[in-house]
């Protein structure tokens, strides 16, 4: 911060005005205006023709009162013109992709059941899968498949044993019946994007991982939701006579 050449306190601070901006709101899922709180900006000094920049602001939905904190950064003449190399980081970010309906369960169910069979299990994929949620948020997408094929492979691993390699687990885990042939096939997928990012500096796109949460939050919901839905269902029925 030593080497900031000086700090520019926004107008609108300092006079007491007030601004608003069009910013994405990730509660209304909508371009809302915002109200600008707080602003400020940032110069660096610099020998060379460009210099960089900074602006930070915090927002707060006009709508919905949700805030927001947005910086941005550029590198510009030093006479103001020509910006280029910009960059933006917005919190909390814009959802990309909307969350199953049983996440935030599973989250409570994985953490607070602690004395559950498999909890720690549970524990584990709730983590793992909230982390590659992070991924996606964030424009991560290559930590995020390379962390969907870990997951996979713990899901795996942890109700058959350890096959070696991991197209043999995937191959057992559909004869033990954990996943029918066209959720194996679309697992493959999962398997080889993260493997194709890990080993062959395989790039992929938000789309792609999106394609392959998809495939994976199936799996997570066929084998700890439906189960335990199924064991609700079957408390709760009246059992026949004579069995
Ligand atoms: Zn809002």
Known sequence: MDKILFVMCSAFEVLGMHN???????????????QILFEKSYQYPSDEEYEHCSKSILTECCGCEQPHYRYRSWMQKKDGTEKNME?????PPKQLRKKPTWYRGFAFYSVVSTAGEGSTEKEYVWDLLREIHV???????RLGVMGLRA?????MVSKIDDQMPFIKNLKEFQNQGYISKMQKEALGHVLEIGHAAIHRSYNPNQVE?????????????TIYIFVEKAKQIDRNVPKRKGT
């Open 87 to 91: 960059d933006e980081w917005v919190f």
């Open 20 to 34: 608003k901006v069009k910013m994405h709101c990730c509660s209304c899922e909508a371009d809302t205006w915002q």
């Open 135 to 141: 991924s996606l948020e964030n424009n991560c997408p």
């Open 151 to 155: 997951l996979l492979e713990h899901i």
């Open 209 to 221: 991982l999106i394609a392959a949460l998809d495939i994976l939050e199936n799996l997570i919901e």
